[in-house]
């Protein structure tokens, strides 16, 4: 068998000869890996980062840039948000769980403010302005805005609402080209080159090199398909992103989105969990995953989203990829959303990053009876559903799931509805479980020696929910966490 055809560890004793060598190995160089390699520097490590493609970037280049921070950043405070880490705990909790890693999310809003601060340091630009509006991303470079439902039921009753989705300044923004994600990660490529960090590009890892006592020693990688063996004097850093292009493995952990990745690169195929799992390493909320709803968030907040029986199931002001997992996972996968003509004309005139999904509705009928027919819903499904909702909404109020009152409005007629159903399509979450130092668990519950790992290649502060942000939040957050540990060996 091929040296590079297991993900099985290969014992320190069988490489003849290192070909390269460093304090500090990085595998990957999205957003966690850069700022791992960033602070091991610092901490007086001689760094090398293995990335498997041709330059830095990973799916946190190609992103929208939100990271989820507050607590009270600079930033927060300058737009006159009020915010604090207990407040911001309290949703993060209620909002990525059940099953939250409590410590984690603690440990992530006591250090959020000063995160934010240290990327302003590192040279990441943030535009102080606020969006309000609802959508998926800001329509310009706008700084900040609610990226995870926290101004919409049910958090709102639960945790005092603050936005929290920071933006990195963009240039002549293009959707999926030079967006938020590469204006934060080129300060940090930047910074990681000034600072001495070397790299080399096109080696793509295979496999961990282990010592006889259990320590990791190095990788096995491979260049052009020649394998390369690299030491790692004091640890090795997984950030490899996620395994959301590896479809055997979407197939048996998280089979709801099989064959639909998206915000995602193929380069997260999972190895560097694998290669982790081979030796023992523990892993948590392999179900996990963030959801999209492929349609403009302004037009949805000015209609009705229902199932496939015509009932309302979620509210249409909160964070779109609340709805997304709603639609996924609890409605499997069947979603219309009806709006009348005048909503509809409103929203078209709205500002949005998403304008291009304003097409024309599916069906358009002159009566919801009409409509219902046309949609091959059973009778009086749908009519009840909008009887019900209009009741409420002559007053301004949607008891039943909580919808703010600037949005309730009764659906009037003429109508259309436009065919959602199957528009959904999201990453995985999931990963190796790490400690807040960033050292890779055993099953056992020890670290395994020498190994690290940040970024989505590991379950971060979102278990079943996820809010815009979070992915690079917790990547830049734990991926310096990892950093420090691997140069200090802890
Ligand atoms: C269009 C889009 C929009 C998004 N918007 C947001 C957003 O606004 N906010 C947010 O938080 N998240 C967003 N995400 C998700 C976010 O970008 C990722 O979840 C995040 O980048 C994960 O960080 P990471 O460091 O784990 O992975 P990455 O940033 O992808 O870095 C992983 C790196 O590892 C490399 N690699 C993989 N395998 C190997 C190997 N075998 N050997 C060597 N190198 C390897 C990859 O090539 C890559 O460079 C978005 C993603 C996309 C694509």
Request: aromatic residues 8%.
């Amino acid at each position: 068998m091929a040296e590079t055809a297991t993900v099985r560890p290969l014992p320190a004793d069988e490489v003849t000869a290192w070909d390269l060598e460093a304090d500090v190995v990085v595998i990957g160089f999205g957003i966690a890996g850069v700022c791992a390699a960033i602070e091991a520097r610092r901490a007086g490590a001689d760094v090398l980062v293995l990335e498997r493609t041709g330059g830095w970037g990973g799916a946190a280049a190609m992103s929208g840039g939100f990271i989820y921070l507050g607590g009270g950043t600079a930033l927060q405070r300058t737009l006159g948000f009020e915010d604090t880490a207990e407040n911001m705990e309290k949703f993060l909790t209620a909002a990525l769980g059940p099953g939250v890693d409590e410590a984690k999310i603690h440990d992530y809003c006591q250090g959020s403010v000063e995160h934010f601060d240290w990327l302003v340091a590192q040279g990441v630009p943030f535009k102080e302005e606020f969006w309000g509006e609802p959508g998926y991303e800001p329509p310009g470079d706008q700084g900040l805005m609610y990226s995870g439902g926290e101004n919409a039921a049910p958090f709102n009753a639960i945790a005092d609402p603050a936005p929290r989705g920071h933006l990195a300044r963009t240039r002549d923004k293009k959707l999926g080209e030079k967006g938020g994600g590469y204006m934060l990660m080129e300060p940090l490529a930047h910074q990681a080159e000034e600072l001495g960090v070397r790299h080399e590009y096109d080696v793509r890892l295979r496999r961990l090199v282990v010592e006889d006592s259990g320590r990791v020693a190095g990788v096995v990688a491979t260049r052009y398909g020649k394998p390369l063996h690299v030491r790692a004097a004091r640890g090795v850093v997984l950030a490899t992103g996620s395994f959301a292009y590896n479809h055997e493995m979407v197939e048996r952990f998280a089979p709801r989105i099989h064959g639909r990745p998206t915000a995602t690169v193929e380069e997260h195929d999972g190895i560097g969990i694998r290669v982790a799992q081979a030796l023992g390493a523990e892993l948590a909320h392999m179900d996990a995953t963030e959801v999209a709803l492929v349609a403009d968030p302004q037009v949805v907040v000015r209609g009705i989203l229902v199932n496939g029986r015509g009932q309302r199931f979620v509210t249409e002001d909160t964070y779109a990829g609340r709805m997304g997992q709603a639609v996924l996972l609890d409605q499997e996968n069947q979603a219309y959303l009806i709006i009348d003509e005048a909503a509809l004309e409103a929203a078209f005139e709205s500002q949005s990053s998403l304008a291009f999904l304003r097409t024309a509705p599916t069906w358009v009928a002159e009566t919801v009876a009409e409509l219902e027919s046309e949609m091959k819903l059973p009778e009086r499904a749908l009519q009840s559903t909008i009887e019900l909702y209009n009741h409420h909404a002559a007053q301004g109020e949607d008891p039943f799931l909580g919808k703010k009152r600037e949005w309730v409005k009764p659906i009037g007629t003429p109508l259309g509805a436009y065919d959602l159903r199957g528009y959904t399509g999201g990453f995985t979450l999931g990963g190796l479980r790490t400690d807040l130092d960033s050292r890779v668990l055993h099953v056992s519950g020890e670290p395994i020696p020498g190994l690290y790992a940040a970024g989505r290649v590991t379950s971060g502060i979102c278990a079943g929910g996820y809010a815009s942000g979070c992915s690079l939040g917790d990547g830049s957050f734990y991926g310096r966490r990892a950093g420090v540990s691997a140069a200090e060996g802890k």
